[in-house]
């Protein structure tokens, strides 16, 4: 299982690496890089063409302000692209948050909250699930840890206030 990770500066890092973290403790692998459309278009799109013809299965991008990296990688594949819209704008992530969900029709971009790059490898997953039955049934046991956490937690405040 392959997927791709593409930041427009090295300053989103820190908010992409939880998200390089879960799917690489899923087995995944990952490629990372740094590429903004803006400032290294050329080796934007050389990487996007490496990336559709060596067996990634998804792409997530990760922009602030503009965000314009998740629509032009969109534009130069047809892997499944997630958008995780960034803050650091005076507009704090609203502005990438609109840039990224209003892609043109034919040129879709998943998009997850600002910030949201757990989610966005969370979806990953869930896409490269489709092809990979191993992947299906980790997630669908991480579902159920999730749901017991859950019950406990809702036992806790029963216990608490009956």
Known sequence: MKAAIIMGSTSDLSKVEPAI??????????KVRCLSAHRASRQLSEFIEEINNDGTEVVITAAG???????????????????VPLSGSVLDGQDALFSIVQMPPGIPVATVAINGAKNAAWLALEI???????LHEVLLAERKSMQEVALIANDEVKAKYE
Request: aromatic share 0%.
């Open 21 to 30: 973290e879960l799917l690489k403790d899923k087995d995944v692998k990952v």
């Open 65 to 83: 302000m503009a965000a314009a990296l998740p629509g032009v990688v969109a534009a130069q594949t047809v892997l499944p692209v997630i958008g």
């Open 128 to 134: 490269m699930a489709v092809k990979h039955p191993e």
